[in-house]
């Protein structure tokens, strides 16, 4: 059969949320199919239209806004809606490309193309974590069993792929799932867009500059990095400078107490005042550890790698896996100990240098998209 349209739809994302790798794929998309319609809300698309001139085929979706819990469950909700919508409307000639996985909609998109049989592929994100992750309350209880459910228990239509950021992902899938349904599974390793900026790397801030990027919440090691103050001598935290850039949804007091700087109040920045307060640290910190990123890429730590920015991070498997495939950008640790130790040693030696070229040759947009082409070509 002769695919005629691909359908890009990115019905969830809300202003700059998934920004990046949303960018990295609509370009991959259009870089692999001859026509595409783009189905998105308009404060996603006033963000990615930046690097795109020349479209003309888009159809705007209702995406709910606000930053409340209820708005967020709202917009998974309203997301699932026009998923199975575009499905129900498309022709047997589409191709249709969810950019992230929903699991409001996961079983009834599975359920329509049992009959229907349309081309689907879906990016996966964070929501696999939930196979192994019980944190969170209601809202990630009801997420949590409708993504047991469809991945542990439910049969899947052979007409819809699964896009997964790391090989390690399918690594650590494959012990929890079907072999029948791990073949519905692909890998493409996150892409990052390198960021122009006159490097300061080999000049040594007076006084060193450590911080979190992206949203700090209790998953992401709220709770740790309190703990981590806690573990540094008074001598040492006047040589060193503490941030947390990106919203703070979780021990904001705590964390302002012990005189971590905090741009924007906890609340989310815009990518400029983002970008301009991360190109100012020297280290970036992640408080991921073993139980975590098993079955997620890390979009922070592809800031870390934007910028240059070394790393001072807990061990976990995708950490790992980067670091072996493409090279060491920083220092791995195995608790908040070593960590601590890690900033001391830093604090009376100076900045460290680590290759980035690893990342910088085999993460961009071009290898990205060729590897998304071998990719679609084995979903089709």
Known sequence: MRYKICKYINSYAYRSQHDLINTALLKAVYENFKEVEVYTGNSSWEILKKNFSGINKIKFLYVVSGKSKISGL??????????????????????????????????????????????????????????????????SKIMRFLCRNFYFKTKMSNDISYIVLGDCIIDNLNKLISKQKINHFFSLDHPFIPYNIVSSENQKSSPIKVGTVGE??????????????????????????FYSIGSVTSQYTELTESNVIIPGNGYRLSRSEFDDYVEKLDYILFFYGNDK?????????????????????LENTYFNYLTNKFGK????????????????????????????SGYYINLTQGKFSGNFKNVISKCL
């Open 293 to 313: 990123y098993k079955l997620i890429a890390s979009g922070a730590i592809f800031d870390a790698i934007k910028y240059k920015k070394p790393i001072i991070a």
């Open 216 to 241: 700090l919440n209790s998953y992401k090691g709220a709770e740790e990095y309190v703990r981590l103050l806690q573990t540094i001598p008074i001598e040492v935290l006047r040589k060193v400078e």
């Open 329 to 356: 950008i920083g220092f791995l640790c195995k608790d908040i100990k070593q960590m601590s130790e890690v900033i001391i040693q830093l604090s009376e030696s100076g900045k460290n240098e680590f290759d980035f």
């Open 74 to 139: 709202l917009r998974y909700i309203c997301s699932a809606i026009n998923n199975i919508f575009i499905l129900l409307a498309s022709k047997r000639t589409d191709i249709l490309f969810y950019n992230f996985n929903n699991v409001f909609s996961l079983h009834g998109l599975n359920f329509i193309n049992l009959w229907l049989k349309r081309k689907i592929i879906i990016v996966c994100h964070g929501e696999l974590e939930l196979l192994i992750s019980n944190e969170g309350g209601f809202q």
